[in-house]
């Protein structure tokens, strides 16, 4: 069975750090994509970025270069994002979800989602 | 502001029948770029719902049914239910090498 399975809710304050990740089990790490998506209180879904374990080949959104960055560990099947110093803006809710190609078949799996609030 | 477009909101009598837009551009789906549904029941992640344009996972019921055509693409959802309430998102790819999402549509079952 396939899953992608996240990390915690984090509650973090302005300028702090924080790595979050989403671990894949059931199908080959290596050859799917992981991309990362944001949902903030109330709104709709936002394409952050994405990336190929197999050979770390990262796109990001042209809204988010910069502002996060996308790795994967393959020893361990996970995908991580992260942030170097965080702001209020960035609470939201944050999703994985893989995908067999870049810009076909769609995101056929989702981690449940890390609840992040960024609060002084 | 997406690069594609929804209507925020449509609304159906169980049993109809309902469609939602998604209008984008010569960038991402005139382009030639498939379109991927995805269906958000509220306090759930999203779910695949159509995929490459015109194609249901496995698990998904015949009632949903995607099209695209030039610039845009449809959804629609026949037999409406009470269940089929939530949020829906078309999402493609772009020549800027993103893969946007349109802006969301709630989906309410009167």
């Known amino acids: 069975e396939v899953q992608l399975v996240q990390s915690g809710a984090e509650v973090k304050k302005p300028g702090e750090s924080l790595k979050i990740s989403c671990k894949g089990s059931?199908?080959?790490?290596?050859?799917?994509?992981i991309a990362w998506v944001r949902q903030m209180p109330g709104k709709g879904l936002e394409w952050m970025g994405i990336i190929y374990p197999g050979d770390s080949d990262t796109r990001y959104s042209p809204s988010f270069q910069g502002q996060v960055t996308i790795s994967a560990d393959n020893s361990i099947n996970t995908a991580y994002l992260q942030w170097s110093s965080l702001k209020a803006s960035d609470t939201a809710m944050y999703y994985c979800?893989?995908?067999?190609?870049?810009?076909?078949?769609?995101?056929?799996?989702w981690g449940q989602g890390t609840l992040v609030t960024v609060s002084s | 502001q997406s690069v594609l477009t929804q209507p925020p909101s449509v609304s159906g009598a169980p049993g109809q029948r309902v469609t939602i837009s998604c209008t984008g551009s010569s960038s991402n789906i005139g382009a030639g770029y498939h379109v991927h549904w995805y269906q958000q029941l509220p306090g759930t992640a999203p779910k695949l719902l159509i995929y490459?344009?015109?194609n249901r996972p496995s698990g998904v019921p015949d009632r949903f049914s995607g099209s695209k055509s030039g610039t845009s693409a449809s959804l629609a959802i026949t037999g409406l239910q009470g269940e089929d309430e939530g949020d829906y998102y078309c999402q493609s790819y772009d020549s800027s090498l993103s893969a946007p999402f349109g802006g969301g549509t709630k989906l309410t079952v009167l």
């Open positions: 490459d344009s015109n």
């Open positions: 059931g199908y080959s790490f290596t050859n799917y994509w």
């Open positions: 979800a893989s995908a067999r190609s870049i810009s076909a078949a769609g995101y056929d799996y």
